[in-house]
């Protein structure tokens, strides 16, 4: 009689949760459809291996003589006859792209470009870790498990960075303000929803803004440890730039992303009409980094982790110099 009670009463236990286990899957499910996916670390980001797959450097003369614990140096001209890297299934043409006009600025007066940094900390190789030319085992320095990777000195992180390419812009007559907050300072996690709400509220404070440039330092390497510093080939100690592109769709919402890809190829444009090999192509994917917020919304890596600042900042100068030739 025993057994008969308690399997009764394991029954109806049964059958009394079973609803509610049910009805949490479907609101978790239904939680998760009504959310926008949350924006990746740039860290995160996959690059198409074929694409940038490291192959040895036909410089070295040999087995590499790095010190233990320490990851050679090598140098990459990364630009392509291509203008997209495409990673998406979207298929893009450019041409009509390219016919699209540029944000139009109303006043002179007021500020029309807006740059800001996601991940303001982010710096470069120290001059003694990263070479200007090869050593004698063709390496271009090494790069170590200490190297520096972020500081809070904005006087060799991204906001020196910006503050360069901004004062390009004025030197061409173009006015610009620049967010020197480093929004990664304090939560890298909340970098992008951090940098959110500073744009909204400089786009709310100056409505003359029609471009806002998010500039930011890229980080390659290979499988063995490798570190990649981008160089432009036909510029004196140049590091290269990449600008980042979204798109529409696998979950992410981002309805006027073919805009801000015309700007990103117009741009990308006056960099190849006056030095060749500054800029890598286009990397487009299935996010949006912000780029939503306005149809003028570019995102732009200076250099990587192994260029050093002066190679980076000579591209965010001449970076700055296209970006003003394409406006007028």
């Given at each position: 009689?025993?057994?008969?009670?308690?399997?009764?009463?394991?029954?109806?236990?049964?059958?009394?949760?079973?609803p509610?286990?049910?009805?949490?899957?479907?609101?978790?499910?239904i939680?998760?459809?009504?959310?926008?996916?949350?924006?990746?670390?740039?860290?995160?980001?996959?690059?198409d291996?074929?694409?940038?797959?490291?192959?040895?450097?036909?410089?070295i003369?040999?087995?590499?003589?790095?010190?233990?614990g320490?990851f050679?140096?090598?140098?990459?001209?990364?630009?392509?006859?291509?203008?997209?890297?495409?990673?998406?299934?979207?298929?893009?043409?450019?041409?009509?792209?390219l016919?699209?006009?540029?944000?139009?600025?109303?006043?002179?007066?007021?500020p029309?470009?807006?740059?800001?940094?996601?991940?303001?900390?982010?710096?470069?190789?120290d001059?003694?870790?990263?070479?200007?030319s090869?050593?004698?085992?063709?390496?271009?320095?090494?790069?170590?498990?200490?190297s520096?990777?972020?500081?809070?000195?904005?006087?060799?992180?991204?906001?020196?960075?910006?503050?360069a390419?901004?004062?390009?812009?004025?030197?061409?007559?173009?006015?610009?303000?620049?967010?020197?907050?480093?929004?990664d300072k304090?939560?890298?996690?909340?970098?992008y929803s951090?940098?959110?709400?500073?744009?909204?509220?400089?786009?709310?404070?100056?409505p003359?803004?029609?471009y806002?440039?998010?500039?930011h330092?890229?980080?390659?390497?290979?499988?063995?440890?490798?570190?990649?510093?981008?160089?432009?080939?036909?510029?004196?100690e140049?590091?290269?730039?990449?600008l980042?592109?979204?798109?529409?769709?696998?979950?992410?919402?981002?309805?006027?992303?073919?805009?801000?890809?015309?700007?990103?190829?117009?741009?990308k444009?006056?960099?190849?009409?006056?030095?060749?090999?500054?800029?890598?192509?286009?990397y487009?994917?299935?996010?949006?980094?912000?780029?939503d917020?306005?149809?003028?919304?570019?995102?732009?890596?200076?250099?990587?982790?192994?260029?050093?600042?002066?190679?980076?900042?000579?591209?965010?100068?001449l970076?700055?110099?296209?970006?003003?030739?394409?406006?007028?």
């Amino acid at each position: 009689m025993k057994e008969k009670i308690k399997t009764v009463k394991s029954f109806i236990c049964f059958y009394m949760t079973l609803p509610l286990f049910v009805f949490m899957i479907l609101s978790t499910g239904i939680r998760a459809l009504g959310e926008v996916p949350a924006e990746k670390a740039e860290s995160d980001m996959e690059y198409d291996m074929e694409e940038y797959e490291i192959l040895p450097s036909e410089n070295i003369r040999g087995e590499a003589s790095n010190p233990d614990g320490t990851f050679p140096i090598i140098i990459k001209d990364l630009s392509k006859d291509y203008d997209i890297l495409n990673s998406t299934d979207e298929v893009v043409d450019e041409a009509t792209l390219l016919s699209y006009p540029l944000p139009s600025a109303t006043s002179k007066a007021e500020p029309v470009v807006l740059v800001v940094h996601t991940h303001g900390t982010e710096c470069y190789a120290d001059e003694s870790e990263s070479f200007a030319s090869a050593d004698q085992d063709g390496y271009y320095g090494f790069y170590t498990t200490k190297s520096q990777t972020r500081t809070t000195d904005t006087e060799n992180n991204m906001i020196a960075i910006g503050e360069a390419f901004c004062k390009v812009l004025a030197e061409n007559g173009i006015q610009s303000i620049q967010c020197r907050i480093m929004h990664d300072k304090d939560d890298y996690n909340s970098a992008y929803s951090n940098s959110r709400k500073s744009i909204k509220k400089y786009l709310e404070k100056y409505p003359s803004i029609q471009y806002v440039i998010d500039i930011h330092r890229d980080s390659l390497g290979g499988d063995g440890g490798e570190k990649i510093k981008t160089m432009a080939s036909e510029l004196e100690e140049c590091a290269q730039v990449m600008l980042v592109a979204g798109c529409n769709g696998k979950g992410v919402v981002y309805p006027d992303w073919e805009s801000n890809l015309s700007l990103a190829l117009k741009y990308k444009e006056a960099m190849d009409n006056k030095y060749p090999s500054l800029s890598r192509p286009i990397y487009l994917r299935y996010s949006r980094y912000n780029l939503d917020l306005t149809t003028g919304s570019l995102l732009l890596e200076v250099g990587s982790c192994a260029n050093t600042f002066k190679e980076a900042l000579k591209a965010a100068e001449l970076a700055a110099e296209c970006f003003a030739e394409m406006l007028k």
